[in-house]
């Protein structure tokens, strides 16, 4: 028998903590051809979902995925969201969570409904990324 992965039971564990702690849980997670999230708040393959009590409906985290509703842009939309895309889960106060490794094999969406297999070569070489402290922000 397989043991079962820690990533549920980390992710819920850090869950109860920022709510307990009084601060906002959120979820960084790899949009893949799996994942059912508002596709025109994915950028570059990525979303941050704000997943408290007062930004969610019937919020659920189970051993295979994440389900719940919340509103985008005032209407509301039904997100499932599979465990292996989910990044890492944070509190938006004070940037402390975990991040877990994405094993994932299934082509990322890049946003506006392509794949990553779907996206030609730019033509100017990638921008290294900056250096210093890493930074979070809202995507609204």
């Not at 979303?47 to 051993?63: F, K, P, Q």
């Not at 995925?65 to 969201?81: D, K, P, V, Y």
Request: net charge negative.
């Amino acid at each position: 028998m397989t043991p079962a992965s820690t990533t549920p039971y980390l992710i819920r564990a850090i869950y109860e903590w920022c709510v307990d702690g009084g601060f906002t849980p959120y979820l960084a997670v790899k949009v893949n051809a799996r994942t059912r999230v508002p596709m025109e708040f994915v950028r570059n393959g990525e979303i941050v979902l704000n997943v408290s009590a007062d930004a969610t409906r019937n919020l659920t985290i189970g051993n295979d995925g994440i389900q719940f509703s919340a509103r985008f842009s005032g209407t509301s939309r039904e997100l499932s969201i599979p465990i292996d895309a989910v990044t890492g889960i944070f509190a938006k106060e004070n940037g402390q969570g975990l991040a877990f490794p994405q094993t994932d094999d299934t082509p990322e969406i890049m946003g506006d409904g392509e794949s990553e297999e779907d996206q030609s070569p730019p033509d100017d070489p990638p921008t290294p990324p900056p250096s210093g402290r890493p930074k979070l922000q809202v995507v609204k």
